[in-house]
Structures are given as C-alpha cells and as structure tokens.
Antibody, heavy 120, light 108 residues
Framework: QVRLQESGPGLVKPSETLSLICNVTGGSINSYYWSWIRQPPGKGLEWIGSIHYSGTVNYTPSLESRLTISVDTSKNQFSLKLRSVTAADTAVYYC??????????????WGQGNLVTVSS | DIQMTQSPSSLSASVGDRVTITCRASQSISGYLNWYQQKPGKAPNLLIYAASILPNGVPSRFSGSGFGTDFTLTISSLQPEDSAIYYCQQSYSPLWYTFGQGTKVEIK
C-alpha cells in the first residue's frame, strides 16, 4: 500500500520560505508524477504543481515565480519550496501521486495534509 | 486556464435519495474529468476518474458521466457516510489542473 506523508513546519513568518517534504513509502517514486495541492482553511482545492521522477516539473502559473518542486529518488521523497510567503499562503498542503493514463491523469494516493500558517 | 463550475454549491437530501452534482468546464475537456470526495479533516479521496471509471473499492452507488463541457456525478442511493464535499477536477490541460469549487452534500 502506497503511503505519502508530508512533513515540515506548521508556522512560517511572512516573507520567508515555506518548505515541505513528502515521503513516499510502500512503493517507488519512479515511474510517476507527484503533485502538491493546497487548501486554505474553509476553502476549496488548488493544484500547485507536479514533478516527474526524472525531474520534469509543471507549476501553476500564479505561483510559478515563487515555487520550486524537487525530487530525491534516493530517498523516495519530493519537496516543495514556496518563497516570499504571505497570509494568503496559509493552507493545508497535500502531496499526492499522479497517475497518467490514456484517459487522463488523476490523483490516486494522498498524504494526510500539513497545515501551514503564515504569521509573525 | 480552464475554469470548472460545480452546481449546486450545497444540497441536503435524505438517505436513499438519488443525488446529482453537475460540473461544467469553460471549454471542452473531452473526458478528462475526475471526482474526489473529501470528508471533514481528511484528504480528498479519488471517487471517479476519466469521467466514469470507478477505482477499486468505490461503492457502485457512485457513477459519473459526461463528455466535453458537461459532467455529472450521481449517487444512486444516498448513505449517511456520503456526507462530504465533492470536487471535480479537469486533467485536460496537462500543465496545470483546476478543481471545481466543491459541492457540500448533507444528510437530512
């Protein structure tokens, strides 16, 4: 059974960098894309970006200038860095596995989520 | 980018009722549409992919249909454990994906 677990600080100061790691167990990080999704408190889901195990990345345009997603296949994990954060970046951050099929892509395994609050 | 609009935003129905949620895309997305169920305090769970395919383990009372711009999620006989928020998501645009705003389903 594939499991994903986010880890990182729950509190980040404004203008600093939000850093999260997603550890993948029960399966290899190879052969898949891996995504980050966030959800502000009481609001809907926002896809942030994804990375292939080879390192190819896709970012949502609204965050691209502040965002870096990377992968470490030796540790079976991938990470998110969001720079210059503001209160608007306060959200639960989820990592998820992205499956590519001929009929489109979908997110089949999700982490439990990591609440990150941006506040001084 | 492709906008996804769900309706209604919320609904209340009784156990055993047939429930339908609609998702409309701002442009054609072929059949590249997924549905997720999210319960309070939990991560979303994949419910349907490619508009109509149920992953293993998803109860058969859930079904999906649609193509192009209009899609529906149907719960044939609502159960108490179906109380949740349901999101559609397009995967047509491979560079970035978008979700609908969600539909909250409550049990009367």
């Amino acid at each position: 059974q594939v499991r994903l677990q986010e880890s990182g600080p729950g509190l980040v100061k404004p203008s600093e960098t939000l850093s999260l790691i997603c550890n993948v167990t029960g399966g290899s990080i190879n052969s898949y894309y891996w995504s980050w999704i966030r959800q502000p408190p009481g609001k809907g889901l926002e896809w942030i970006g994804s990375i292939h195990y080879s390192g190819t990345v896709n970012y949502t345009p609204s965050l691209e200038s502040r965002l870096t997603i990377s992968v470490d296949t030796s540790k079976n994990q991938f990470s998110l860095k969001l720079r210059s954060v503001t209160a608007a970046d306060t959200a639960v951050y989820y990592c998820a596995r992205e499956v590519y099929t001929a009929m489109g892509n979908h997110l089949d395994y999700w982490g439990q989520g990591n609440l990150v609050t941006v506040s001084s | 980018d492709i906008q996804m609009t769900q309706s209604p935003s919320s609904l209340s129905a009784s156990v055993g009722d047939r429930v339908t949620i609609t998702c409309r895309a701002s442009q054609s997305i072929s059949g590249y549409l997924n549905w997720y169920q999210q319960k309070p305090g939990k991560a979303p769970n994949l419910l349907i992919y490619a508009a109509s395919i149920l992953p293993n383990g998803v109860p058969s009372r859930f079904s999906g249909s649609g193509f192009g711009t209009d899609f529906t999620l149907t719960i044939s006989s609502l159960q108490p454990e179906d109380s949740a928020i349901y999101y559609c998501q397009q995967s047509y645009s491979p560079l970035w994906y978008t979700f609908g705003q969600g539909t909250k389903v409550e049990i009367k």
